[in-house]
């Protein structure tokens, strides 16, 4: 049984991941086949870090014939909110407002997106009363 999932995926395990929300379910030589050529790592790092995931709960594997066919058991929108939960609490004393407002005094952000974000700030505002 898997435990529970840890803090989020390392840079290895998310590009792993990528592939594997990609192809749903496949071997370990499919999978090692998807990862581009120029980025591909070792049959072995591939597998070490499968099974990393796994522990962590992040994918699951099943016997099919001599093979073992991966399945990802968390989808890319869960995995990105335990990204944020963990910089969150760790970088922003648990404060989701702190984000919020790092996010806005960033230079990059669009008016487009700042006018995104007036929105749902309102949204939320409705919806707590």
Avoid: C
């Avoid at 591939?46 to 399945?71: C, D, M, N, P």
């Avoid at 909110?81 to 989701?96: E, I, K, N």
């Avoid at 700042?114 to 309102?122: G, K, M, N, S, V």
């Amino acid at each position: 049984m898997a435990r529970k999932r840890s803090v989020p995926l390392t840079e290895a395990e998310q590009r792993l991941m990528e592939v594997m929300w990609q192809l749903g379910a496949a071997s370990l030589g499919q999978i090692v086949d998807a990862i581009p050529l120029a980025d591909r790592p070792a049959h072995n790092t591939v597998q070490t870090t499968l099974k990393i995931l796994e522990t962590k709960g992040y994918v699951e594997h099943r016997a099919q014939g001599r093979a073992f066919v991966y399945s990802p058991l968390v989808d890319r929108e869960t995995a990105a909110r335990t990204a944020l939960t963990y910089v969150t609490q760790r970088f922003f004393g648990g404060s989701p407002a702190s984000v919020a407002l790092n996010l806005i005094d960033d230079a990059a952000i669009t008016p487009e997106q700042l006018d995104e974000l007036r929105h749902r700030i309102d949204a939320a505002k409705r919806a707590q009363r």
